[in-house]
């Protein structure tokens, strides 16, 4: 099976929605991958403590640098303008990514885009550009990962050429249905053919640190018990049988 032809299962989608990124970028670096953290984006809104990861699949838009004899406000008129096709046909539960070339400058979105995106099921946007009306969009309850806010609109910089194509969003490459994962810290990318294992794994050295943490609480040294020597292991074992009686 192809990378294009991998289903997520929701259970897996729901394991990535707990998990954070840091533990996801240290799974992805044991299999070699070491280039899935985007840079220069954060939350617009901070993720309340708790709250689960933004996870979806990712439906891409790809910008390049505008031309002001071609990117004026009449294009808008188009209805299959490439921005405005991107919100009506990005599909419910997928994580809208913007490719700005890391351009802050000028907005990716604006408030009324974000809320269709939101009516029509989408999960969230991720953009390594800025957006505008950003106090709105804080309170339209859509996740959006961005490089900040920003009021000139799209066209003072960026020209939508295509949708759902391979980008690059934050230094990092993003294949259309590759899971996009974003907490308080920012956004991972997982290959969607890795995703069920990371997940799997991910979940699994999560449980495995709440041990560890509990054992430096109580004043064990890092020596032996992070990384876990086989006694920790064990008794960490012991530990996880206790908890399901």
Same mark, same amino acid.
């Given at each position: 099976m192809t990378?294009?032809?991998?289903t997520?299962?929701a259970?897996? &989608?729901?394991?990535l929605?707990?998990?954070?990124?840091a533990?996801?970028?240290t799974?992805?670096?044991?299999r070699?991958?070491?280039?899935v953290?985007?840079q220069?984006v954060a939350?617009?809104v901070?993720?309340a403590?708790?709250?689960?990861?933004?996870?979806g699949p990712?439906?891409t838009?790809?910008?390049?640098p505008a031309?002001?004899?071609l990117?004026?406000v009449g294009?808008?008129?188009?209805p299959?303008?490439p921005?405005?096709?991107?919100?009506?046909?990005a599909?419910?539960?997928?994580?809208?990514?913007?490719?700005?070339?890391?351009d802050r400058?000028?907005a990716?979105?604006?408030?009324?885009?974000t809320l +269709?995106l939101?009516?029509r099921g989408v #999960?969230?946007m991720?953009s390594?550009g800025?957006?505008?009306?950003?106090?709105? %969009?804080?309170e339209?309850?859509?996740p %959006?990962?961005?490089a900040?806010a920003s009021a000139? &609109?799209?066209l003072a910089?960026?020209?939508?050429?295509d949708?759902?194509v391979p980008?690059?969003?934050g230094?990092v490459?993003?294949?259309?249905?590759d899971i996009?994962? #974003?907490?308080?810290?920012?956004?991972v990318i997982?290959p969607?053919e890795?995703a069920?294992?990371v #997940? +799997?794994?991910?979940?699994e050295?999560e449980?495995?640190?709440?041990?560890?943490?509990q054992?430096v609480?109580?004043?064990?040294?890092?020596r032996?018990?992070y990384?876990?020597?086989?006694?920790?292991?064990a008794a960490?074992k #012991?530990?996880r049988?206790?908890?399901?009686?």
């Amino acid at each position: 099976m192809t990378a294009s032809e991998t289903t997520v299962s929701a259970e897996t &989608l729901e394991q990535l929605r707990h998990v954070s990124t840091a533990t996801l970028t240290t799974q992805l670096f044991k299999r070699g991958l070491r280039n899935v953290f985007l840079q220069g984006v954060a939350p617009l809104v901070k993720p309340a403590p708790g709250a689960p990861n933004l996870v979806g699949p990712a439906f891409t838009l790809r910008n390049i640098p505008a031309r002001e004899d071609l990117d004026h406000v009449g294009v808008f008129q188009d209805p299959d303008h490439p921005q405005r096709k991107a919100v009506e046909t990005a599909p419910p539960g997928s994580v809208l990514v913007q490719d700005c070339r890391g351009d802050r400058t000028v907005a990716s979105t604006g408030s009324i885009l974000t809320l +269709r995106l939101a009516k029509r099921g989408v #999960a969230g946007m991720v953009s390594d550009g800025a957006v505008r009306d950003s106090g709105t %969009i804080s309170e339209l309850g859509l996740p %959006i990962w961005c490089a900040g806010a920003s009021a000139p &609109l799209n066209l003072a910089k960026h020209h939508a050429v295509d949708m759902n194509v391979p980008i690059a969003c934050g230094g990092v490459a993003v294949y259309p249905g590759d899971i996009v994962v #974003a907490d308080v810290d920012g956004v991972v990318i997982v290959p969607r053919e890795m995703a069920e294992e990371v #997940a +799997r794994d991910a979940t699994e050295q999560e449980q495995l640190e709440v041990f560890i943490q509990q054992r430096v609480a109580e004043g064990s040294p890092l020596r032996g018990t992070y990384p876990p020597n086989e006694e920790t292991l064990a008794a960490y074992k #012991a530990w996880r049988e206790a908890q399901k009686q």
